[in-house]
Every structure is written in structure tokens, then in C-alpha cells.
């Protein structure tokens, strides 16, 4: 049950949800609705189309129910699409969350772990960084409909990956970056670059 100090200072605050069903007996009836998501942060229909996660720290934090639901779709026999999490965070021995669980979903082939840790050596590296070291695998995965999803830090984050993805677009089709960055907004606006991110 949510508990806590109310926010007056007065009292305590205890979570409308989780006390209903805190006095509810086995058995009882719950009455829901479920619908289906309006957000487009959510996996392909098609379980075929490969897809490029990126999302460092707690960005990470919906990825971990794409790869649940991808390993549950690769458990009933879906033929599955190629899958990169870019994740990233200070230092593996510290603050690499989900750490084995990431590690088994790679092993068990339901996605490709690439991670940056920009304080476990002397020069930072960021999930931009190995974005850009990945990047031919990156390009052959947008080639083949590769849709890309960002979540975190909207304010540097993002746009440091917007910018790597645009450079890379540059490169490969051998345009100038204005010309790049004319595509970056057609591939964002065709629902191909998803973001579900924060400034803060």
C-alpha cells in the first residue's frame, strides 16, 4: 500500500489504488477497463520489424517490457526482428541496473546489449558514443525499417543521438547535414524515431 508523509505536513497520505485494494478479500471483483495503448512508444504490431533502443539510466525503464514481451513473443515461436539496446550509465561495478537480466536477454538472442559507461575509464563515453561506433549495424537496421526509440534525458541525451543519427545519415547518403537533418525530421515524423523523454 502508498504510504508516506502528506505533502501538507500534515498527517499521512495513503495512495487512493493501492488502499482499495489493500481492503479488498480474495475473491472480490474488481471492475477495470483496458485499452489499448494511444502512445506510440510501444513496440511494432509486426514482431519482424527490428527496432533500436536507447535508453540510458532510468530510460531504461521501458525497454525492459519490450524485451519481456519479445522474449514471451520469441517463446510462442514469432519470428522476431533484429533488436540493439544502447544503455548506458556511470560504472558497470556501480549503477548498471538490470545488469543480469540484460546480459540473459542477449544470451538468449531477444536483443544485442551495447553499453557506455562514462565513468569507468578516462575519456566519458556515451550511449551517443557507441551509437556512432555501431553505426554501420545501426544504418543496416534503419535500411531494413528499423524503427528507433530514445528514452531519458531530453535535454542533452536526445538530441546529442538525434544529432550522431543525422551525421550518419549525412555520411551514408553523402548529403550535406542540412540535408540530413531534412530527413532526421521526415524519419521522426513517419513514427521511425520514437521518444518518450524528460528535461530536468
Same mark, same amino acid.
Given at each position: 500500500?502508498?504510504?508516506?508523509? @502528506? ?61 519481456? @514481451? ?49 565513468? @569507468? ?56 547535414? @542540412? ?22
Amino acid at each position: 500500500m502508498v504510504e508516506g508523509p @502528506a505533502r501538507s505536513g500534515r498527517g499521512t497520505y495513503h495512495g487512493v489504488c493501492s488502499t482499495h485494494l489493500s481492503r479488498l478479500s480474495e475473491g472480490d471483483i474488481v471492475q477495470a477497463v483496458v485499452q489499448p495503448p494511444s502512445s506510440p512508444f510501444r513496440l511494432p504490431e509486426d514482431p519482424s520489424v527490428p527496432i533500436v533502443m536507447i535508453g540510458p539510466g532510468t530510460g531504461l525503464a521501458p525497454f525492459r517490457g519490450f524485451i519481456q @514481451a519479445r522474449r514471451a513473443l520469441k517463446t510462442d515461436g514469432a519470428d522476431l526482428g533484429e533488436a540493439m539496446l544502447f544503455f548506458g550509465c556511470r560504472h558497470p561495478d556501480q549503477d548498471f541496473i538490470y545488469e543480469e537480466e540484460l546480459k540473459a536477454a542477449e544470451a538468449d538472442g531477444v536483443i544485442a546489449l551495447h553499453t557506455a559507461f562514462s565513468r @569507468a575509464q578516462a575519456e566519458r563515453v556515451y550511449v551517443q558514443d557507441v551509437l556512432r561506433q555501431q553505426q554501420a549495424q545501426v544504418w543496416r537496421l534503419i535500411e531494413d525499417g528499423a524503427i528507433i526509440y530514445v528514452c531519458g534525458d531530453g535535454a542533452s541525451m536526445e538530441p546529442d543521438v538525434r544529432r550522431t543519427l543525422t551525421k550518419l545519415y549525412a555520411e551514408q547518403a553523402d548529403v550535406s547535414f @542540412a540535408e540530413a537533418e531534412v530527413w532526421m525530421e521526415e524519419f521522426a515524423a513517419s513514427g521511425r524515431y520514437v521518444l518518450d523523454v524528460w528535461a530536468g
